[in-house]
Nanobody, 115 residues
Framework: QVQLVESGGGLVQAGGSLRLSCVASGIIFSIYNMVWYRQAPGKQRELVAVVNSGGGTYYADSVKGRSTISRDNANNTVYLQMNSLKPADTAVYYC?????????WGQGTQVTVSS
């Protein structure tokens, strides 16, 4: 059974930092591209950052320069370090594991940034 479990969300003041984690089980983690998405109330889900199986990274313009995605294949974990948080970063953050044939999602973790 595949599981993606996110943690690390919470309430933080603007300018603060959070580190989100996503632990995967039931998959060969190292072969998956790992993606963080977010969905704010009333908005569509949007891609935040990607770390591919080779370690390459991509960031949405909205978080570029403020966030770092990384992966630990030994512990089946992907991280999203977010700094200089803004109220616009308030959303539910979801972890996604993608391969050619598979697409798995976590349940999400809430991030709320107060002004």
């Amino acid at each position: 059974q595949v599981q993606l479990v996110e943690s690390g969300g919470g309430l933080v003041q603007a300018g603060g930092s959070l580190r989100l984690s996503c632990v995967a089980s039931g998959i060969i983690f190292s072969i998956y591209n790992m993606v963080w998405y977010r969905q704010a109330p009333g908005k569509q889900r949007e891609l935040v950052a990607v770390v591919n199986s080779g370690g390459g990274t991509y960031y949405a313009d909205s978080v570029k320069g403020r966030s770092t995605i990384s992966r630990d294949n030994a512990n089946n974990t992907v991280y999203l370090q977010m700094n200089s948080l803004k109220p616009a970063d308030t959303a539910v953050y979801y972890c996604n594991a993608k391969s050619v044939n598979d697409d798995y999602w976590g349940q999400g973790t809430q991030v709320t940034v107060s002004s």
